[in-house]
Nanobody
Framework: VQLVESGGGSVQAGGSLRLSCTVS????????TAWFRQAPGKQREGVAG???????TYGDSVKDRFIVSKDNAKNIMYLQMNFLKPDDTAMYYC???????????????????WGQGTQVTVNS
C-alpha cells in the first residue's frame, strides 16, 4: 500500500486548504484511514479519520473546522481545513490500515502504512 499526500502550502490565518491523500496498491475500502500531523518538537497528533464502517472521528482541536472525506472510486481521502490557525502549522500525514480498532482511529500506533507528509504553514 502506498500513500501520497498533496495540497499543503502556506496560508494566512483564517484561510482554507484542502489536502489530498492518494492511495494505491493492495488497498480496499475496508481499510481505516486517517490524517495526522506533527509540529517540530511535538508528538504526532490524530487530526481526523474514517474507520472501516465509514464513521468519521475528529481531534478536539479541529472539530467544527476540518472535514474529512473519501472518494472510494478514486481511492483518495481529503482533508478540508477551514478557519486555519497558526497552531495548525505542522507536517500532515495520511495513514491506512485494515486492522484499526474501531475506537482508536486517531492513534498513530494503529497504522502500518504512511505517506511522506505535506507541510502546512499558517501565518498570523
Amino acid at each position: 500500500v502506498q500513500l501520497v499526500e498533496s495540497g499543503g502550502g502556506s496560508v494566512q490565518a483564517g484561510g482554507s486548504l484542502r489536502l489530498s491523500c492518494t492511495v494505491s496498491g493492495d488497498f480496499s475500502t475496508h481499510y481505516s484511514t486517517a490524517w495526522f500531523r506533527q509540529a517540530p518538537g511535538k508528538q504526532r497528533e490524530g487530526v481526523a479519520g474514517i474507520n472501516r464502517y465509514h464513521t468519521t472521528t475528529y481531534g478536539d482541536s479541529v472539530k467544527d473546522r476540518f472535514i474529512v472525506s473519501k472518494d472510494n472510486a478514486k481511492n483518495i481521502m481529503y482533508l478540508q481545513m477551514n478557519f486555519l490557525k497558526p497552531d495548525d502549522t505542522a507536517m500532515y500525514y495520511c495513514a491506512a490500515d485494515p486492522w484499526v480498532v474501531e475506537k482508536s482511529v486517531l492513534l498513530p500506533g494503529q497504522y502500518r502504512h504512511w505517506g511522506q507528509g505535506t507541510q502546512v504553514t499558517v501565518n498570523s
